[in-house]
């Protein structure tokens, strides 16, 4: 009879155990896995060395877990689909920076390079070029205005000479007028006194 007792009390204490943990520490219909597992060890019965569960309890815990690896691969392929997208639009990011920074890249060249003469040129280039050219024009012009000014005072001097030459010619032919004159007298006198 003690046994026959001692059984019901530890058939009931098994019975009557994990309803009361089930109260106190948790359950299989919240909280996490690894709490859900805690809690279906600590309600299980034990046999010699083993655990034994109830197939409910077990069936309860497998479905969780399944739900929530259903749960979890769902959000692996939202996130793998946001990653995709976001793939993609940074792909699409970094050929518009890339066309920007060729364009970029272009109009600097074209600021920088011009035609000139139907010839492509750079600026630093055209610029050197050009003021060569101001320097070779000034020489030049430096070079003519010199010679300008020699000729300048040829020209005055060889003026003064011809008017100094007209002078005398003037000169001469006044005083060869007045010879012939003189000898046209003398010689019209010389006529008249003949006859």
Known sequence: MKSFTLLVALISFSVLSPVFAQESTGSLDSGTIESQIDYLYRSSNNYQEYKVIRRSSFEKLKGNILDSLRVDKEEAVQLNAQIKTQEGTINDLEGQLQSAEEAK????????????LGVG????????????IVAILGLALGFFSLQYSRSFKKIKKAEKD???VQAEFDQHRKNTLERERKMKRELIDAQMGKK
């Open 121 to 132: 040129i750079h600026k630093s280039v055209y610029s050197s070029m050009m003021w060569v």
């Open 162 to 164: 011809l008017e100094e």
């Open 105 to 116: 890249l272009e109009a600097i060249a074209e600021k920088d390079n011009f035609s000139f």
